[in-house]
């Protein structure tokens, strides 16, 4: 019987654009390929780097001058708008307990509580028994540490928790601890609709298992 939901905050429940940023930094002068990036992100998603310690060492590799304003301008224009999927969870948490899970970072935590505003943030994450936040816990998915962290932390066993992540190297790492999966996207697909049958057929499942 699944008795916790993990979600991803990415393309769960607030739409990514990478390519929003890869244009921003492009007209910014940024000198940076997407592995260095990719590389300086990882490092600021586990707390290694401050917010103006990433912010600078991007806007030094820039061909002309730009400020750290400049730049988290074109670092969080990839972020869509918070959809409000507060009633759904509301109704989820009568049976099930909830926690989000997701690679971010300070500034984009910043902007998305500053753009949603506090009444739909507050909504939100009050739904949550808690939030696993990368640059909080020094941990990022897919790392076996992360998942195992939030296990501990939220006292679960993996046959009895459901993973919801947009990523399958995230998806593929959770399911080798045991963790029950599902790959979803917003952008392709609406949540509220398609994930009630996904766990009713989950706990047939693992009822059936236990003989039930």
Not at 79 to 97: A, C, I, P, S
Not at 117 to 135: H, I, Q, R, T
């Amino acid at each position: 019987m699944i008795k916790q939901i993990w979600f991803d905050f990415g393309n769960i429940f607030i739409p990514i654009y990478p390519e929003r940023t890869r244009k921003a930094f492009d007209a910014r002068g940024v000198q940076l390929t997407e592995e260095g990036l990719k590389a300086l992100n990882e490092r600021y998603e586990v707390g290694a780097l401050s917010t103006q310690e990433f912010l600078q060492d991007i806007a030094t590799t820039c061909s002309h001058l730009q400020s750290s304003m400049a730049v988290a301008h074109g670092w969080n224009a990839l972020l869509g708008k918070l959809q409000d999927r507060t009633l759904f969870l509301k109704k989820l948490v009568r049976t099930y307990e909830l926690c989000l899970v997701s690679n971010t970072n300070e500034a984009h935590i910043k902007h998305i509580k500053k753009e949603s505003g506090p009444f739909l943030w507050n909504a939100f994450v009050e739904k949550f028994e808690a939030l696993f936040l990368s640059y909080e816990i020094g941990h990022r998915k897919p790392d076996r540490s992360y998942f195992e962290y939030v296990l501990k932390h939220m006292d679960a066993k993996p046959e009895e928790v459901l993973f919801i992540d947009d990523s399958s190297v995230n998806i593929e790492a959770a399911a080798a601890l045991g963790i029950h999966t599902w790959q979803f996207n917003a952008q392709e697909g609406n949540i509220t609709r398609e994930l009630p049958p996904v766990l009713a057929k989950l706990n047939q499942r693992t009822t059936s298992t236990l003989g039930v």
